[in-house]
Every structure is written in structure tokens, then in C-alpha cells.
């Protein structure tokens, strides 16, 4: 398969795209967070207890809720990407290691899970116009901890 360099260029960008949300989200900053997104995008994190809206309604639910996690990352790989012209769409694979509050101290608990997303070039780059988490396993959560059984 020979790529244009349109096309490589447009992978390069959404690749990085998508780092930026785990940076982002790692590094709290909300600001950086929003930014990634179109203003009318979709982030749905319900299936894994979260919640669904829009950039600015998530990231102030982020800020929010990430306080009762005193260690995480967000490791991000194997990044699928379908482009046509101006919009994308995108499967990542994320490994989320995550330190839970419980009555005994801290339990590391272990997320996999699926991004499912869909992106659109913009006058600044390309953005998130929608971003969907999908289970794919975990294990040691605390009991009635997020995410749901």
C-alpha cells in the first residue's frame, strides 16, 4: 500500500491527537482536554460508569472525579485509522492502570478498554468529534468501586 503524503501526514496528526488525550487527561489539564474536541463533539463514557456530554460538561466532570484516583495513566496503542478527505474515524486499544481510595489505603486496580472515535479536519487541525469508551476487561477494582462490574 502506497500512501500519499497528504495521508501520511494526516495519520501523524491523529496519531498525536490521540496521545494528547492521555496527556491531557494524565496531566489534568482541562484546558489542553477541551481543546481536542470539536465544540459539538461527543465523549460517552458510560459504559464504564462515566458520563455522557459534551467537552466542556466532561472535562469539568473529569476534574471532578479524577481526585479520587491518586495515581492512573493512560497508555495508549495500536491505533486503527479509516480516513476520507476531512473526516476519520479511529479504534485505539488503552491499558488504564488506576490507584483506588479504599478503607485499607490505595489498590491498584487494571482497566483495557476500546476508544471508538470520530474525527474531523478543522481550520486548526484535526479534532475529536466524537469519543466512545467500550469495556474490553479489568480486574482487582475494589468492591462497588468504578467501573461496574
Not at 105 to 114: D, E, H, N, R
Amino acid at each position: 500500500m502506497t500512501l500519499s503524503l497528504q495521508e501520511i501526514s494526516d495519520r501523524l496528526e491523529l496519531q498525536d491527537l490521540v496521545v494528547r488525550y492521555s496527556t491531557s487527561v494524565d496531566r489534568k489539564d482541562w484546558a489542553l482536554y477541551e481543546s481536542l474536541f470539536t465544540p459539538d463533539a461527543v465523549i460517552d463514557y458510560t459504559a464504564v460508569g462515566g458520563v455522557r456530554g459534551g467537552p466542556k460538561e466532561v472535562a469539568q466532570w473529569l476534574a471532578e472525579t479524577m481526585p479520587m484516583f491518586p495515581a492512573y495513566q493512560h497508555l495508549v496503542s495500536n491505533v486503527e485509522l479509516s480516513i476520507d478527505g476531512d473526516a476519520a474515524t479511529g479504534r485505539a486499544m488503552l491499558f488504564n492502570p488506576m490507584g483506588c481510595r479504599t478503607a485499607d489505603g490505595v489498590q491498584m486496580a487494571l482497566i483495557g478498554l476500546w476508544y471508538n472515535d470520530k474525527f474531523r479536519r478543522t481550520p486548526d487541525g484535526w479534532r475529536f468529534t466524537e469519543r466512545v469508551e467500550e469495556p474490553s476487561w479489568q480486574r482487582d477494582w475494589p468492591p462497588g468501586f468504578l467501573p461496574k462490574d
